[in-house]
């Protein structure tokens, strides 16, 4: 029998995957989105890929307590929340702070207030490998001492000690999910990642060249401490991680409150920037050109995760490859060359 769920920023990247692999699960879904960052036109698509029509959509800001108040009585009591909602472009919470705190905090805290308010207290949060900062030791296992560089990752690790006084204060389950890289799509090519403009990430900024958007890629800085000198990152597909999702809620509702779980969501495999355009290349039989130029400001040489932890707790590993997460990026690439929104 599927559970009630509200995800908020459901429609985007990662949001969408996950809304997908619940409603494969028999969930039914509220999703809260302002589409600042993602397309309505994505939720249409989840619910033609999932052939049932069990998901609500409810446009709106996390930091709206009206709003929200809207969400938890549209379809009935909430069983549980994932919380995707919230700004991710490290770059960009260096140079506007005071944006991150407010969406990426104050709306965590508005959110669990609304929860307290309408008696659900089960979330999945979606937190950041980056609350590391620049480690040394590797792989990264969750006792590891924080140490955020940026604003980005301070938020995302305050919302995380938030939570636990949460736990500590009520009946609270919670589960705290540290990602690391999120690349790929559903093999369908119907869904997947959609940045506007031009994206900060690596992987879709290499399949919008492979695609003939961008004319070249810029490898930023080959003199990192790597085995061919460019930045290390665990890139997991982003079915993975949805599906890590599920299993960690389906967990969080079965458990005795208060619950806190903090689980790093990577593969364990650190593979380099030259690495996966290698891997994209021999998967799609596409030729990337590449620039190889100076290091990006706030880039750190490598994150790599240690995920034994969800695999003790939860039973739950990575199984796609290198090779799938290509395969599937370039599908969804190659189909929607300008994303979802519809060609000019
Ligand atoms: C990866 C590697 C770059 C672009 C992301 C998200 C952040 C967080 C962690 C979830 C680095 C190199 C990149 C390019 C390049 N996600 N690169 N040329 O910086 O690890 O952060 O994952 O919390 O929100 O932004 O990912 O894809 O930007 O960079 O050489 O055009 O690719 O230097 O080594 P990053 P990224």
Redesign the pocket.
Known sequence: MGSRILITGGAGFIGSHTCLVLLDAGHELVVLDNFDNSNPEALKRVEELAGRGALSVVEGDVRQSDVLDQAFRCKGPIDGVIHFAGL???GESVADPLRYWDVNLNGSRVLAAAMEQHGCRTLVFS????VYGEPDQFPLTEELTTAPVHP?AQT?LAVEQMLQALCRSGAWRVACLR????VGAHPSGRIGEDPLGI?????P?MTQVAAGRRER?????NDYPTHDG????DYIHVMDLAEAHTVTLDHLLKQPAPSILTLNIGTGTGLS?LDVVNGFEAATGLTIPYDLVE??PG?VPR?QACPERAKTVLGWTARRSLEEMCRDGWAWQQANPMGYRKPA
């Open positions: 991710k472009a490290v937190s950041t490998s980056t980005y995302k990602y690391f890289n999120p994206p900060n990430n690596l992987f900024f890629l810029q490898i930023f800085g460019t930045g290390i990152r920037v290091r990006r880039d994150l």
